[in-house]
């Protein structure tokens, strides 16, 4: 079956823009997950979606950032007036359970870069 | 909170050898670790993970790990390199409401 699917692939911006990343995870996966791949951070959890309910924001990098998950299905990550320190490979993971015992399927990622 | 700690940014061993990356983990609760592997430009891919069932894990491609509480060690191991398993490899354990928290993540070289 299909797996996580992200888009666009890759992304450049010039500073100060905005951009709208998409993640559409596995049909019925109920938990979805955004990171952020980047040379000096490594791998780090942004915000996790559990179906329908308010996610938790504190993970986000800054208040530029933020994300909404409609119907319970496809994310969308915005980052407002973006930064060169933005640049990263945005992940995208999905869950069939939530917590840990749900094991987390991810996208290709979107590589954003910022001029 | 959980943490984990890869040792050796680059680890290259030659083809056939045995293949050893390390972790190890910091946790307030008994943890869930995962292995995962990524290749060039493509997304993270489960390799195995550990759910407090069985302390020695077997994974895809032949690669095995063993939780050990008394080190707070999950080493990912496998008897023979193969060129095919060239890639970065990342342990992470289950954070909670914060996701997974990833080590930084190790090279693998293999060397033909």
């Known amino acids: 079956g299909a797996g996580v699917s992200q888009s666009p692939s890759n992304k450049v911006t010039e500073k100060g823009k905005d951009v709208e990343l998409r993640c559409d995870p596995i049909s019925g996966h109920t938990a979805l997950y955004w990171y952020r791949q980047s040379l000096g951070q490594g791998l780090e959890f942004l915000i996790y979606?559990?179906?329908?309910?308010?996610?938790?924001k504190s993970g986000l990098p800054s208040d530029r950032f933020s994300a909404e998950r409609t119907g319970g299905s496809v994310s969308t990550l915005t980052i407002q007036r973006t930064q060169q320190e933005d640049s990263a490979v945005y992940l995208c993971?999905?869950?069939?359970?939530?917590?840990?015992?749900?094991?987390?399927?991810f996208g290709p990622g979107t590589r954003l870069t910022v001029l | 909170a959980q943490s984990v700690t890869q040792l050796g940014s680059h680890v290259s061993v030659s083809e056939g050898a045995l293949v050893l990356l390390r972790c190890n983990y910091s946790s307030s609760v008994p943890p869930y670790l995962f292995w995962y592997v990524q290749y060039p430009n493509q997304g993270l891919q489960l390799l195995l993970k550990y759910t407090s069932a069985a302390t020695l894990v077997k994974g895809i491609n032949g690669f095995e790990a063993e939780f050990k509480k008394s080190e707070t060690s999950f080493h990912l191991t496998k008897p023979s390199a193969h060129m095919s398993d060239a890639a970065e490899y990342f342990c992470?354990?289950?954070?909670?409401?914060?996701?997974?928290?990833f080590g930084k993540g190790t090279h693998l070289i293999i060397q033909p």
């Open positions: 992470a354990v289950w954070g909670g409401a914060d996701g997974l928290t």
């Open positions: 993971a999905s869950s069939l359970l939530s917590g840990r015992a749900g094991e987390q399927f």
């Open positions: 979606f559990q179906g329908n309910s308010a996610p938790d």
